[in-house]
């Protein structure tokens, strides 16, 4: 027990003064922090904890994924693989390929062609075989052979709710880009039932940029103007809108052919045009792009040329030279904030379905700021109750105690500044419960250091037994609380998950200053006080 090694104590020493050192801008105005920076360590973080939606405000949105065009993108995407699969064979059609509902249906009278074709259909209609655990995969589509040679395709209801939990996973990807690209400090972005997202943005008030940017689906194409003469089975009429995406400018006879798709397009940044000032914003394709924009601008000089978002003209220039560079711009009367928006969209990339907004809330930070006061104050009680029982119950021993619980406090606010966790109201209950963790780990010590004492052994021999024997107990204990603060993390969601961080890193801290320092602290005050009576 006195021996306790130097390198302990700095250790010690060196941590609590770190985490000291990392809350500091947490407790001081945004305006002092730069103040603060400029004599802390470089390497060291100058920044406030995060608070989250229910301290300081913010949006709360749920988004529900539309189950209807899901099922559309692969009803047309099922007719353009039979499609080419009949052009590669060359098996022709009595008539066109037809597309209703949940069903691709067309006819093949040959009926050597049919067998052929359904072969092939049987192989696309199961395209992940046998998993590894000797089960088939769901079929995508059934096949339904009719008289006539019909042959009808129907979608099955497993493929839809597949491609439903796939397009809500590509979706929160989506969305989490978009969000962290305006540098919004921690969103909150979960999936919430089958095919709905929870969207939470702390200190966002301005709901309505928030639907502007994530409900754009951002689906971006490159077509041409169709010129006069040309088939009007294979245009389609678009509308330009003014800048402000609600008043029609004009209108255009669009192929429906995507000449480059957008999703080749490799980074979108605003900017302004050299000739005009006008905001623009300037992309970049990748190697594929690059080659179909600059083979689509050979061979359409003096064409115009729509871009398109969202089934909307954003803009139409006319094609004046080759552009084989792999970049261009793209152009439209567009204010600043406009670009900037469109080049978030463009980065983050394209949502695989359209979204619905089912619901919609702000809070407003006098909410958070109540919750806040009200977590301060519980947090002082518990702390000023705990602070009176431990000097009271253990007089000396108590003052070792409650100076270990104020650096547990301290590192505890020090990770979750390291971590970038939110700081919710529950993981400020969380906090509390800690408090009371911590010290209960020092009562188990001290009674057993008191119960050995009476047994006849020694103040050293006490000392050493009590922390020795009551660590196996602290840390069974502990661990039990960790399981549970883990579990809490991985199967809560939101506010829950926010309790259990700031469990599990009162349940760490609780080790190092309820065992370690207060060992630290007893073994100094002992080699210095030489006593001949414990003081508890």
Not at 167 to 191: F, K
Not at 501 to 507: A, D, E, F, M, Y
């Amino acid at each position: 027990m006195q021996r306790f090694q130097r390198w302990k104590v700095l250790s010690i020493l060196a941590m609590s003064l770190l985490a000291l050192l990392i809350i500091i801008p947490s407790f001081i105005g945004e305006a002092n922090r730069k103040a603060v920076a400029s004599w802390l360590p470089s390497w060291l973080p100058v920044r406030a904890i995060v608070l989250g939606l229910d301290l300081q405000g913010g949006a709360h949105l749920v988004w529900q994924v539309d189950a209807a065009d899901v099922t559309k993108s692969q009803i047309e995407s099922m007719r353009d693989d039979v499609r080419r699969l009949l052009r590669d064979e060359k098996i022709p059609l009595a008539g066109g390929i037809g597309a209703t509902g949940r069903s691709v249906q067309f006819r093949v009278p040959d009926e050597a062609a049919r067998t052929k074709v359904v072969g092939r259909l049987r192989t696309l209609a199961q395209p992940g075989g046998v998993t590894a655990l000797g089960t088939a995969t769901p079929a995508v589509f059934e096949i339904v052979q009719s008289e006539g040679g019909l042959i009808r395709l129907t979608l099955s209801e497993a493929a839809t709710n597949e491609r439903i939990r796939k397009a809500v996973d590509q979706t929160i990807e989506v969305l989490r880009r978009r969000i962290d690209t305006t540098g919004t400090t921690e969103p909150n972005i979960q999936r919430q039932g089958a095919d709905r997202i929870l969207v939470q943005v702390p200190g966002l008030l301005d709901t309505n940029r928030l639907k502007d940017l994530v409900g754009t689906t951002a689906k971006l194409e490159f077509r041409l103007v169709a010129e006069p003469g040309y088939n009007p089975a294979d245009i389609e009429m678009l509308k330009e809108f003014d800048k402000d995406g609600k008043t029609v400018t004009g209108e255009y006879p669009v192929e429906k052919r995507n000449m480059v798709r957008g999703e080749d397009l490799t980074d979108a940044q605003p900017g302004f045009d050299s000739r005009t000032n006008e905001p623009v914003v300037n992309f970049k394709f990748n190697i594929r792009g690059g080659r179909d924009f600059g083979e689509a601008t050979s061979r359409n000089v003096n064409k115009l040329f729509a871009i398109v978002l969202d089934n909307k003209v954003i803009s139409a220039p006319r094609i004046l030279s080759p552009i084989t560079g792999g970049s261009g711009q793209i152009s439209g009367r567009f204010t600043v904030q406009a670009v900037n928006d469109l080049s978030v969209l463009l980065r983050a990339g394209a949502l695989p379905t359209a979204l619905t907004v089912v619901e919609e809330r702000t809070v407003g930070p006098g909410l958070g700021q109540d919750s806040i006061d009200a977590g301060k104050l519980a947090g002082y009680v518990a702390a000023s109750l705990v602070i009176l029982y431990m000097l009271t119950t253990y007089g000396t021993f108590g003052v070792f105690a409650n100076i270990a619980l104020f650096v547990h406090i301290a590192m505890i606010f020090a990770g979750l500044v390291l971590l970038g966790a939110t700081l919710t109201l529950p993981g400020i209950a969380g906090i509390v419960l800690t408090i009371g963790m911590a010290v209960d780990s020092n009562v188990l010590i001290y009674e057993r250091i008191r119960e050995e004492n009476h047994l006849g052994r020694s103040i050293i021999s006490s000392l050493e037994a009590g922390f020795t024997r009551a660590f196996a107990t602290i840390v069974d204990s502990q661990s039990t609380a960790m399981v549970v603060a883990v579990i809490l993390y991985f199967l809560g969601s939101g506010p829950v998950r926010g309790f259990a961080v700031t469990l599990g890193l009162g349940i760490i801290t609780t080790i190092v200053t309820a065992v370690t320092m207060t060992r630290m602290m007893i073994a100094l005050w002992y080699r210095w006080k030489r006593p001949q009576t414990l003081p508890i």
